[in-house]
């Protein structure tokens, strides 16, 4: 009876060490289930507000509830956003590629005027920027015996993004 007992004892002592090792492996695995998502969520809004820089001159608006119009930008608007992807790009220590790639980080913007077309923006000299500037910032309209000075405005036809970053690598202009 004495060895019964003592037997019943050991039997409850492994169940209870065995409950405690589940209960421990279950912590761990909801632990580790909430960090991984955590961090993808961090990953996610990381991603969305560095696109956010880019993306706030791309896609349509609708001003009569109708009609989508394309989202308008000035040069300035095109300049800034080339001196952002340079700078972004040599804090990335980003180098040209020789063609478009989804599978690049260096981002590249394209601006298209007229016939003319400047492959990478983001690449030229601060001198040529102000020259594209001060030719592309306004348009002279003549109207009867007046000349009216109007703004000129721009659009964002295509954008890319990297395959794997996907992170906005690519963005193209052209004039309205």
Known sequence: MEN????LI???????????ISIGVYIFNVMGNYSAETAEKIEETRIASFNE??????G???TDGNTPTPIKCTIHDIIGLANLANKTNQQNDLSMPQEKSDNTMYIQIELKIGSKTYKNLEAESESK???IVKNNSIINKV??????????YFKCTEVGFGKNTKLVNYMKFVEI
Do not use: C, P, R
């Open 143 to 152: 109207e009867g015996t007046e000349t009216k000075a109007e703004i000129k």
């Open 60 to 62: 349509t608006t609708s």
């Open 53 to 58: 820089q880019f993306l706030k001159y791309y």
């Open 4 to 7: 019964a007992s003592k037997a």
């Open 129 to 131: 920027l102000i020259e």
């Open 10 to 20: 050991m039997a409850a002592e492994v169940l209870v060490g065995v409950m405690i």
